[in-house]
């Protein structure tokens, strides 16, 4: 009877080999919290390359700030569109050619000293500073959202002496 008994038991050997045989089994399903969840806690730091992260997976707001840099970006990747408060800019010559600029479609000057500078989207509730290119020439610049298209900036360069409108380049910029 003691040996019908002992037979359906294991003996301390397989409870010992059953047991590592879970734990083999289980890994490091064990190890994380929760499931199929990875926290940055559980990632030691730079595990995780630019092979490893699949195109479009990181949205905004999903990078902590200044954890990417600009080495790191693929030309492109970043343009003044995609950015939440944009800078945009122009530098436009005196016959209200676009020199170079962030953010800017065209530039057209519209008669003496008046410009209008298009941006590639609405800058209505921005702020604008035109600084004139020639200090010599002694101008002042104004510059307001032109009322018939809400990505255009109407630039006003008048002479400080007289306040006549006189042509001459300036450089825009518009915070957003």
Known sequence: MRNALRRGRPSPAMVVAFVALLAA????????????SVTSNDIRTGAVGKRAIRNGSVGKGEARSRSIGISELRNGAVTTGKLQHPILSARVSANGGLQRGVGVVSATRVGPGSYRV?????????????????VGQNLTAHATI???????????????????????????AVFC
């Open 25 to 36: 089994l289980s890994g490091t399903a064990v190890a994380l919290p929760g499931r199929g």
């Open 118 to 134: 298009a941006f590639e989207r609405a800058v209505s509730l921005c702020s604008y500073q035109v600084t004139p290119g020639n």
């Open 146 to 172: 032109d009322s018939a298209n809400a990505a255009r900036v109407f630039v006003s360069l008048r002479n400080a002496a007289n306040g006549n409108r006189t042509s001459g380049e300036f450089q825009v």
